[in-house]
T-cell receptor
């Protein structure tokens, strides 16, 4: 596997469910990110991890809980979501947390909350 | 609030023409500038980055940066139908994550 891999590709969940999104990067990068992409809106930064330490939480509701066990893996745990949380969730990685060389994105998880 | 502004389009150009995509940003401290291409249903793909004022060319793509005007643009020469996509502008300041614009949808007709 190369690049940034996200699973699952599609997820439908009820508002009372608990689910997790997974991201794995095979690029040797040190920083990983979660972004949310909704229709007609810019990509919204959610969380930043640098060397598995969280360095930024962009005022994300607590129903989204990130976990970064090491520099290659990133999870987003979801619970009691709302329909407005339906979106494409993108994971990205970069060589360092300043983004100087840009990010590599995974294919995303299309989340639908019903 | 740091913002990146793009005209959402759609920008329509005939095949073979030059497509010009524009982006303005609010944070004067921004140091790195990126253009991503996103096909429908796919994730963003980095196509160009620029750090210094002036032009940077890579094949059919030219990125232009004017920090005094807080303006960055992307020119696509000899546009092809396969260039039809949404183009995202992103900027960052040292030590901060990328901030993205909403994107401009480009349609190249054959």
């Amino acid at each position: 596997e190369t690049g940034v891999t996200q699973t699952p590709r599609h997820l439908v969940m009820g508002m009372t469910n608990k689910k997790s999104l997974k991201c794995e990067q095979h690029l040797g990068h040190n920083a990983m990110y979660w972004y949310k992409q909704s229709a007609k809106k810019p990509l919204e930064l959610m969380f930043v991890y640098n060397f598995k330490e969280q360095t930024e939480n962009n005022s994300v509701p607590s129903r989204f809980s990130p976990e970064c066990p090491n520099s290659s893996h990133l999870f987003l745990h979801l619970h009691t979501l709302q329909p407005e949380d339906s979106a494409l969730y993108l994971c990205a990685s970069s060589q360092e947390n300043r983004g100087h060389y840009g990010y590599t994105f995974g294919s995303g998880t299309r989340l639908t909350v019903v | 609030q740091k913002e990146v502004e793009q005209n959402s389009g759609p920008l329509s150009v005939p095949e073979g023409a030059i497509a010009s995509l524009n982006c303005t940003y609010s944070d004067r401290g921004s140091q790195s500038f990126f253009w991503y291409r996103q096909y429908s249903g796919k994730s963003p793909e980095l196509i160009m980055f620029i750090y210094s004022n002036g032009d940077k060319e890579d094949g059919r793509f030219t990125a232009q940066l004017n920090k005094a005007s807080q303006y960055v643009s992307l020119l696509i020469r000899d546009s092809q139908p396969s260039d039809s996509a949404t183009y995202l502008c992103a900027v960052s300041q040292a030590g901060t994550a990328l901030i993205f614009g909403k994107g401009t949808t480009l349609s190249v007709s054959s």
